[in-house]
């Protein structure tokens, strides 16, 4: 073994030698560091055999861990192309209603694969959600859609829906005349992908302003 410096620091080998026979459980409570190690060319003994089992239940977590997450990003994925989907199939439907408000209620959570949506507007409309005065422009500022988790303004927007507003996305509908947004709700947070849904969602709000002539 040599006394020679292992950095610039001036730590040897001997200081590393010294520092893990002092803290015997320091690799144990630090398992991130036997993917990092070189493990010896031959195995002496069950110490160094259970130093290499270490290492290999390491890189398999690390493996595990980013096998779920490549999963993860191919599930947004696939959700964020279907929403565009549905977004195409929802503004055709939209184009045809004789009851925008109706419409969105009533065909646009079966169309979107959600949960349930509203017409939220800051005047009364029948079949919307009336909304207090300065609503949208607190909720939305000046974005065009807003996805959020476990909103505590559930009931005034979701109404009856509310127990099932695990996640949402508010939707500006745009033009003249009141304030006036789209209230979605989902139970899984796919069906509302905020990585790839937006410009999907703030399409549809804009279609939904044509039907009511806005």
Same mark, same amino acid.
């Given at each position: 073994m040599t006394g020679a410096p292992l950095s610039s620091s001036g730590v040897s080998a001997e200081d590393v030698v010294a520092f893990l026979r002092a803290h015997p459980r320091f690799l144990a409570e630090h398992p991130e560091l036997y993917r990092i190690l070189a493990p010896p060319l031959r195995v002496h003994?069950?110490?160094? +055999? #259970?130093?290499?089992? $270490?290492? =290999?239940?390491?890189?398999? /977590?690390? !493996?595990?861990a980013m096998a779920? &997450? @490549?999963?993860?990003?191919?599930?947004?994925?696939?959700?964020?192309?279907?929403l565009a989907a549905r977004v195409q199939e929802a503004v055709l439907a939209m184009?045809?209603?004789?009851?925008?408000?109706?419409?969105?209620?009533?065909?646009?959570?079966?169309?979107?694969?959600?949960?349930?949506?509203?017409?939220?507007?800051? +005047? #009364?409309?029948?079949? $919307?959600? =009336?909304?207090?005065?300065? /609503?949208? !422009?607190?909720?939305?500022?000046? &974005? @065009?859609?807003?996805?959020?988790?476990?909103?505590a303004d559930a009931p005034l927007l979701h109404g009856e829906a509310a127990?099932?507003?695990?996640?949402?996305?508010?939707?500006?509908?745009?033009?003249?005349?009141?304030?006036?947004?789209?209230?979605?709700?989902?139970?899984?947070?796919?069906?509302?992908?905020?990585s790839q849904g937006t410009g999907a969602l703030a399409f549809l709000g804009r279609a939904v302003a044509v039907a009511l002539g806005r």
């Open positions: 003994g069950d110490t160094l +055999a #259970d130093h290499m089992a $270490a290492m =290999l239940r390491a890189e398999r /977590a690390h !493996a595990t779920e &997450r @490549a999963d993860g990003v191919l599930a947004a994925g696939r959700a964020a192309a279907g184009i045809g209603a004789a009851n925008a408000a109706e419409c969105v209620s009533c065909e646009l959570p079966a169309l979107l694969a959600i949960d349930a949506a509203s017409l939220c507007i800051e +005047a #009364d409309l029948p079949g $919307a959600r =009336l909304l207090p005065p300065g /609503a949208v !422009a607190s909720l939305l500022g000046p &974005r @065009a859609v807003v996805f959020r988790a476990g909103a127990r099932l507003a695990r996640y949402d996305a508010l939707v500006r509908i745009p033009g003249e005349g009141p304030p006036a947004l789209l209230a979605l709700v989902a139970r899984d947070r796919h069906a509302l992908e905020p």
